[in-house]
């Protein structure tokens, strides 16, 4: 029988590690509130950067990928990269379309209201 006294830590990552990531992710979430709140022209690319730190400390340490082997972290770092090329073949997709009908030509006018 295996007993744990109130001064071990169990294995893994320690108590304070959680804490500070929690932090950290407390601080990102208050920082992608306060970015929508203002808008500037690289708004989007900020807002999505923290996104992605705090998917990345999601992953690493409350999924426990730090603890896995390197052929799962290869395996998450393979199912991101296939997930942004379709999104950003959508992306293309969606840009490159051309359905919408061409702005129509104004009809000649009677030369009352030339420039």
């Known amino acids: 029988m295996v007993t744990h006294r109130a001064s071990e ?33 690289g708004g989007l690319a900020v807002a999505l950067a923290i996104a992605v730190l705090k998917a990345a400390a999601v992953l690493w340490f409350f999924m426990h990928l730090v603890e896995q082997s390197s052929s799962s972290r290869f395996a998450v770092l393979l199912a991101v990269a296939l997930m942004a090329i379709l999104a950003g073949l959508t992306i293309a997709d969606v840009a490159t379309r051309h359905t919408f009908p061409q702005r129509a030509e104004p009809m000649p006018s009677s030369g009352f209201y030339q420039r």
């Open 9 to 41: 830590e169990p294995e893994g990552i320690p108590l304070r590690t959680y804490a500070g990531t929690y932090l950290v992710l407390l601080v990102l979430a208050t920082a992608s509130l306060l970015l929508s709140r203002i808008h500037f022209a």
